[in-house]
């Protein structure tokens, strides 16, 4: 396990057609080269998971990946609105999105109750809301021990959980800092699993802060630096905010989307296979 | 020196946080978090305050490291309170930012509940409203993403204050239903009432709210927001 490959073979191997996959990330280290990898590939009826979608899962819906969105906040960070997934929500274009909706907290702890190998996580959450009544992955749950009243949410463990890191061992340890997120719950809750990361190094030194992710606990490791651009890699990229700007004018417009998609995730197809051929 | 409208929603917005302790305030919003930097510079000293990022920021000094993972037992513990946005709100403080119209094909998907569900049964929360208008205070709400007062809230249930730019409310009534504070100077009641998609709570002598002190005003300007952020929230 952690074995060292490309980020074709890794998606290839790892996402099929109605997987539930999870891409995580938060502010930094999100994998944005391995959405569009994914888009690349062509799969269809996805079911995406994310606390935050942004940009990257905007893509994906927009060209036509998913049929389910979990989720618990989705926005174009900075900016305002997510337009290719508002365009699939209210009008099912390219193709109808089903949404489920949690609280932050809530999506946490599911992956944390996945990571545990438990059946559901417990919070205080929900009650009251709308939520209960919409969602089936909402329960209450009475406490043995006080008799109050709680909320249940199933675990998560999707069939593929993909991260960015920062870098990884040959052996195929990843180590990540800064703002982690939930970068370790969605990799250990996942069945199958891929890390993407800025390098491959002989040796790991000690970080303040840092996340090791041991390399039995990730299917696949591959190297992709700038891989979680337009966001950053902390020590490693800025953020590109500008792309982030632009992002709002490319996707309010079907057809301005569909160029874009053409003129970049799909032109490296062309290219890869040019280079067969 | 006259304060501005904004001015005077900062100072209205810090007060939500007056008498808080040492927890975190999680504003959302320029104002809001003016609001709460200028609480923390006067009157509540002991806020914990984070970056927007991972760090707690004591001015410029960083006093902790908070990730986004952390927050969560921050709100399940209740030693926060936070004042977020809302697309809707209701009388009782039920407020919306998931989805406008039909929840199944809803006429406008908006950024989803977020903490709302956890924020309001956990913790206080206080909302912010730059316009306030009967768009924003309906008589019902699409969906119930924070939790008001006429539905199961649980014990650690509070809806501080709404802070608008053109009142604050409360919901200090015997019924937990909406209440006109204080509105701000050159705003009438009428105006609160005709800008409320319900009927309003409305007592007998409602107060102004208070004007910035000379001391807080230059704070604001001269610290806290010297590229005037504030005036593009509340013109």
Redesign the interface.
């Known amino acids: 396990m952690g074995e060292i490959t490309s980020l074709r073979d890794a998606i290839a191997d790892l996402a099929f057609d109605g997987a539930t996959v999870a891409l995580e990330g ?2 930094h280290l999100i994998p944005v080269a391995a959405g569009q990898e994914i888009i690349r590939q062509g799969r269809r009826d996805l079911t995406l998971v994310r606390m935050t979608p942004d940009i990257v899962y905007d893509q994906m819906i927009g060209a036509g990946c998913a049929r389910k969105l979990v ?5 174009n960070p900075g900016v305002g ?1 997510l337009h290719r ?2 365009d699939a ?2 009008n099912g274009w390219p193709v109808p999105l089903e949404i489920e ?6 999506m ?2 599911r992956y944390v109750a996945g990571a545990a190998g438990l059946p559901f996580a417990v ?9 209960v009544a ?1 969602t089936p992955n909402i329960k209450p749950i009475t406490c043995p021990f006080t008799g109050e009243v709680l909320t249940a949410v199933p675990a998560l463990n999707p069939d593929v959980g993909i991260v960015h890191a920062q870098r990884a061992d040959r052996a195929g340890n990843v180590q990540m800092w ?5 970068h370790k719950e969605v990799v250990l809750a996942s069945k199958r699993s891929l890390v993407t990361v800025e390098e491959i190094v002989d040796h790991l030194d000690p970080r303040p ?1 840092a996340v090791i992710l041991p390399h039995w606990a990730i299917t696949y490791v591959a190297e992709v630096p700038g891989g979680a651009h337009p966001s950053y890699a902390m020590g490693y990229s800025e953020r590109d905010n500008d792309y982030y700007q632009a992002w709002d004018a490319i996707s309010r417009d079907r057809d301005a989307f569909g160029d874009w998609l053409t003129s970049t995730v799909m032109r490296e197809v062309r290219a890869i296979l040019g280079d067969q051929a | 020196m006259d304060a501005s409208r904004a001015e005077v929603c900062v100072v209205a917005c810090a007060e939500a946080w007056r008498g808080d302790g040492e927890i975190l305030a999680s504003p959302m919003g320029i104002i809001p978090r003016l609001g709460a930097e200028l609480a923390r510079h006067t009157f509540a000293p002991d806020l914990l305050l984070s970056d927007g ?2 760090y707690l920021m004591a001015g410029d000094t960083v006093e902790g ?1 908070l ?3 952390a927050v ?1 037992g921050v ?2 513990a209740g030693t926060r309170h936070v004042m977020m946005g809302a697309s809707q709100l209701d009388r009782f403080g039920n407020q919306n930012i ?2 406008v119209g039909d ?1 199944a ?14 924020n ?3 913790h206080p929360t206080s909302y912010w409203v730059p316009r306030h208008s009967p768009r924003v205070f309906v008589e019902r709400v699409d ?6 007062y006429d ?4 014990r ?2 509070e809806i501080r204050l709404v802070v608008t730019n053109l009142a604050v409310l409360d919901f200090d009534t015997p019924d937990r239903a909406m209440r006109l504070r204080s509105v701000h100077p050159g705003v009438s009641v009428s105006d609160v009432v005709a800008a409320t998609g319900f009927p309003l709570a409305v007592p007998d002598g409602v107060p102004e709210t208070r004007l910035p002190t000379a001391a807080e005003l230059a704070l604001i300007r001269d610290r806290l927001d010297r590229d005037a952020r504030r005036d593009r929230e509340v013109p």
């Open positions: 938060f502010t989720f618990s906040w989705a926005g609105s997934f508002r929500v209210q909706e949690h609280s932050h907290a809530g946490a702890n919070l205080r959450g929900y009650v009251g809301t709308d939520l919409q800064g703002i982690t997120g939930v802060g | 990022e991972a490291w990730p986004y993972r969560f709100v399940a998931s989805a929840w094909r809803p006429r406008s998907q908006l950024l989803g509940v977020r903490g709302a569900p956890g309001t049964v956990n969906m119930v993403c924070g939790v008001g539905r199961a809230g649980g650690f249930h």
